[in-house]
């Protein structure tokens, strides 16, 4: 089993759909593709061969990789891989027909949608449910469910921008507890040609992990482990469906912290996916840093978004080094203050929160220093945390935004 390294919040080691087992298989004569860079190198010189016109659909064919991923200039892309040979040499089926089911290879960083070839899925309920049959001995029958509770919270949220329809549900959800288990998985629906939607810890508010092909649903829920502590290289491998918070929780015991501060549920399999559309991350290698030895919060109100977008600017024009530094709009914090999510009344106007750590003595500077700022761009009120409990008071009012939107 392989493993493509991707820089996403720290190095993902990433199990892409459909690498499984012919990726490295070899056809013919054709040496393995044993990385991501011969597999750019030789998709290059196919591009540049006269004799491969893939467009043409006909110029040359046939031997291909089925199915592997092209490394492009920024990411990876699931393809069947065709290496251009000569025609006339027996194998003159034309490329156009089977790229009806696959699209061609290419090294750009970007392919127009009207080049795409949509792939052919078969959610059929016989396929689906011999498929069911083969994830049982995988994976163990009460690993998979089909209760309605658990289809409807694997389809959407109610704080989802995305509404899901009735034809945006799973089949069916699966439980697997190792990257051994979701290889054998991805396996089976590359064979079966279903579509995977993979889920980590369902807080997605732009839809993620809504199932818009009706195929299954990879639950990473029990690959949740933290697997090692690399203390002095300051850095950590851990599962994807392990949650930031438990995470720092752990990482306290060595004095260190994953910086990444979203929202509350968040897992690490949704801070370092692909969106649902490369591939399923069974581990990931994240950078940490040393807990920081004091930090603060600091509020400043001002009339209009862009005066708080313009002390943003000029605050990252400084040598400052913010934590952390987020926006509510007036409408948001109008609502924080209808729902009583914090202990204080908050000016209803844009409102920047920022986040510093460091020395004591850093730490003031920085504050001083971005007071500063504030008003000279009509900043209405600025405020700053005494204590360790008055900071986490006003960096909670960022934290229940949601839930004061929802209410």
């Given at each position: ?34 990385n ?10 196919l591009s ?23 490394a ?30 696959a ?7 970007t ?36 209760r ?19 034809t945006?549900s ?20 590359n ?19 809504a ?22 290289d ?11 918070e ?35 991350v ?32 000029n ?16 409408v ?5 203050n209808?729902?009583?999510g ?21 730490v ?26 008055e ?6 009012c960022?934290?229940?935004a ?6």
């Amino acid at each position: 089993m392989s493993f493509f390294e991707s820089e996403a919040s720290g190095r993902a080691h990433v199990l892409y759909a459909g690498i499984v087992a012919a990726l490295f298989a070899t056809v013919a004569d054709e040496a393995p593709i044993d990385n991501p860079g011969s597999l750019r190198k030789r998709s290059s010189a196919l591009s540049t061969t006269q004799d491969a016109k893939i467009s043409s659909g006909v110029q040359s064919v046939v031997r291909y990789y089925e199915p592997v991923i092209g490394a492009t200039s920024t990411g990876y892309l699931i393809a069947r891989t065709y290496v251009g040979k000569e025609s006339g040499k027996g194998h003159e089926a034309p490329l156009q027909s089977a790229m009806q089911s696959a699209a061609v290879l290419t090294v750009a960083s970007t392919l127009p949608l009207s080049q795409v070839v949509l792939p052919a899925h078969d959610i059929s309920i016989a396929n689906l449910e011999a498929a069911r049959k083969e994830f049982a001995a995988i994976i163990g029958k009460d690993h998979i469910s089909d209760r309605m509770d658990e289809i409807d919270r694997h389809t959407g949220s109610e704080w989802s921008s995305h509404t899901t329809t009735a034809t945006e549900s799973p089949a069916f959800i699966l439980f697997p507890e190792s990257t051994e288990e979701v290889s054998q998985v991805v396996k089976i629906c590359n064979g079966r040609r279903i579509p995977i939607v993979a889920f980590s810890g369902g807080t997605s508010l732009e839809g993620h992990f809504a199932n818009t092909r009706k195929g299954i649903c990879i639950d990473f829920s029990r690959v949740n482990k933290v697997l090692k502590v690399h203390k002095d290289d300051l850095n950590v491998v851990v599962q994807p469906g392990l949650g930031y918070e438990e995470l720092n929780g752990l990482l306290a015991q060595d004095n260190l912290f994953f910086p990444p501060d979203p929202g509350p549920g968040a897992t690490i399999g949704g801070m370092v996916g692909s969106q649902g559309t490369l591939g399923l991350v069974t581990e990931a290698v994240l950078k940490v840093t040393v807990n920081p030895i004091h930090e603060t919060i600091t509020i400043a109100a001002f009339p209009s978004i862009r005066a708080a977008a313009n002390t943003v600017a000029n605050v990252v024009n400084t040598w400052l080094k913010v934590a952390a530094v987020e926006i509510l709009d007036e409408v948001n914090m109008k609502l924080i203050n209808d729902s009583g999510g914090t202990s204080r009344e908050w000016i209803e106007t844009p409102t920047l929160f920022f986040k510093f750590n460091g020395s004591p003595a850093s730490v003031q500077e920085q504050i001083s220093i971005v007071e500063k700022l504030a008003k000279t761009i009509q900043c209405l009120r600025f405020d700053f945390a005494a204590d360790e409990e008055e900071a986490n008071d006003l960096w909670g009012c960022r934290k229940t935004a949601l839930w004061a939107t929802m209410a």
